[in-house]
T-cell receptor, first 117, second 115 residues
Framework: EAQVTQNPRYLITVTGKKLTVTCSQNMNHEYMSWYRQDPGLGLRQIYYSMNVEVTDKGDVPEGYKVSRKEKRNFPLILESPSPNQTSLYFC????????????????FGEGSRLTVL | AQSVTQPDIHITVSEGASLELRCNYS??????LFWYVQSPGQGLQLLLKYFSGDTLVQGIKGFEAEFKRSQSSFNLRKPSVHWSDAAEYFC?????????????FGTGTRLTIIP
């Protein structure tokens, strides 16, 4: 089954304690991205990756890091979490687009709800 | 910069009634447009998408949307809603060239269905 898998699904942590949210996809997608969802703000992009070893900032990258060492994995790292990073996080992937490949459908994971105390 | 506006934060409709969710976008070139649905505790699922061609697109679960360039709109419709349609709906816009650009999402519309 094609899917994007995130772990953990739920996490409560304390300020300053480093954490990693893992994301893995089994569709051989080149493009992967992290979003955070907050009430009244919709989904905002944190980071994205066009391919292995290629990452770039989205709209709200402050306080986050990512890496893309393998095509299937795209972990989100919070080096020193703060309460304003309490949110619902989504990982997503899709095929790389292009002139003749009109695909933009993002496949989403089920989300990781993070609470930072 | 691209943007999406969903003017209705929350909509309540009766089961069996028709539904229209509004979406307005701002983008300089020809956009790709999407509607996603998020059920409670779930990720986002694609309902339908518009890239080009026929401006009325059909999606899953009986939904359709119409692209109106003159109004910069991409409203989602369903002729008769079911209780299982209760969810949050997101409109999104993307670039016509998928290079390094992203999808921009609206703030969502929460749909409540009453018996």
């Amino acid at each position: 089954e094609a899917q994007v898998t995130q772990n953990p699904r739920y996490l409560i942590t304390v300020t300053g304690k480093k954490l990693t949210v893992t994301c893995s996809q089994n569709m051989n997608h080149e493009y992967m991205s992290w979003y955070r969802q907050d009430p009244g703000l919709g989904l905002r992009q944190i980071y994205y990756s066009m391919n292995v070893e290629v990452t770039d900032k989205g709209d709200v990258p402050e306080g986050y890091k990512v890496s893309r060492k393998e095509k299937r994995n795209f972990p989100l790292i919070l080096e020193s979490p703060s309460p304003n990073q309490t949110s619902l996080y989504f990982c997503a992937s899709r095929r790389k687009g292009g002139e003749r490949v009109k695909t933009g459908e993002l496949f989403f994971g089920e989300g990781s709800r993070l609470t930072v105390l | 910069a691209q943007s999406v506006t969903q003017p209705d934060i929350h909509i309540t409709v009766s089961e069996g009634a028709s539904l229209e969710l509004r979406c307005n976008y701002s983008y300089g070139a020809t956009p790709y447009l999407f509607w996603y649905v998020q059920s409670p505790g779930q990720g986002l699922q694609l309902l339908l998408k518009y890239f080009s061609g026929d401006t009325l697109v059909q999606g899953i679960k009986g939904f359709e949307a119409e692209f109106k360039r003159s109004q910069s709109s991409f409203n989602l419709r369903k002729p008769s809603v079911h209780w299982s349609d209760a969810a949050e709906y997101f409109c999104a816009v993307g670039p016509s060239n998928f290079g390094n650009e992203k999808l921009t999402f609206g703030t969502g519309t929460r749909l409540t269905i009453i018996p």
